[in-house]
T-cell receptor
């Protein structure tokens, strides 16, 4: 079945760039998503990318997609302490309409 | 525009009881999906409803059920609660098109004692 993998932890210094990586198995997915979850909160949709794109930029966020390697990354420029959260990569299951398969989440810790 | 709302936000039950959680989607959205989030299993899809019909189902036992009303509000029910059902239950709404954006509510935290 579909599988989504992420590294579990990333620590960066405030002001540096953060890069969170994700790999997936279902090559037929047309959208790929990044969600953010802060402590005690629900999921916030950060950004998404169509599978026919290689890159999408949205203010401090840059999403890169390598379809051949089934690799997705999220770059956060000028990382701030408010960016500390868990970031989830999510992929819709083929033919599954709104059934999203989530990675385990990457905990981003930003330190001064 | 109001976001997805879930009630109650917190719930404590004991083993063997049943529970009903409610989700109100964003106005105009016709699809509601439910997810269970636990530290051990992460985020797992429960089911999706569209126009009052269950359109998709995850791998959960029959104790987990749901329904959707004509105004798109949805409820999920868990019967004969087990300790392992303790989790954050998240609801997401969307227009219902294939692979469109889903917007999540704050979740209901269920604790089973």
């Amino acid at each position: 079945g579909e599988d989504v993998e992420q590294s579990l932890f990333l620590s960066v210094r405030e002001g540096d760039s953060s890069v969170i990586n994700c790999t997936y198995t279902d090559s037929s997915s047309t959208y790929l998503y990044w969600y953010k979850q802060e402590p005690g909160a629900g999921l916030q949709l950060l950004t998404y990318i169509f599978s026919n794109m290689d890159m999408k930029q949205d203010q401090r966020l840059t999403v890169l997609l390598n379809k051949k390697d089934k690799h997705l990354s999220l770059r956060i420029a000028d990382t701030q302490t408010g960016d500390s959260a868990i970031y989830y990569c999510a992929v819709p299951l083929s033919g599954g309409y709104n059934k999203l398969i989530f990675g385990a989440g990457t905990r981003l810790a930003v330190h001064p | 525009k109001a976001g997805v709302t879930q009630t109650p936000r917190y719930l404590i039950k004991t083993r063997g009881q049943q529970v009903t959680l409610s989700c109100s989607p964003i106005s105009g959205h016709r699809s509601v999906s439910w997810y269970q989030q636990t530290p051990g299993q992460g985020l797992q899809f429960l089911f999706e409803y569209f126009s009052e019909t269950q359109r998709n189902k995850g791998n959960f036992p029959g104790r987990f059920s749901g329904r959707q009303f004509s105004n798109s509000r949805s409820e999920m029910n868990v019967s004969t609660l087990e300790l392992g059902d303790s989790a954050l239950y998240l609801c997401a709404s969307s227009w219902g098109l294939e692979k469109d954006e889903q917007f999540f509510g704050p979740g209901t935290r269920l604790t089973v004692l």
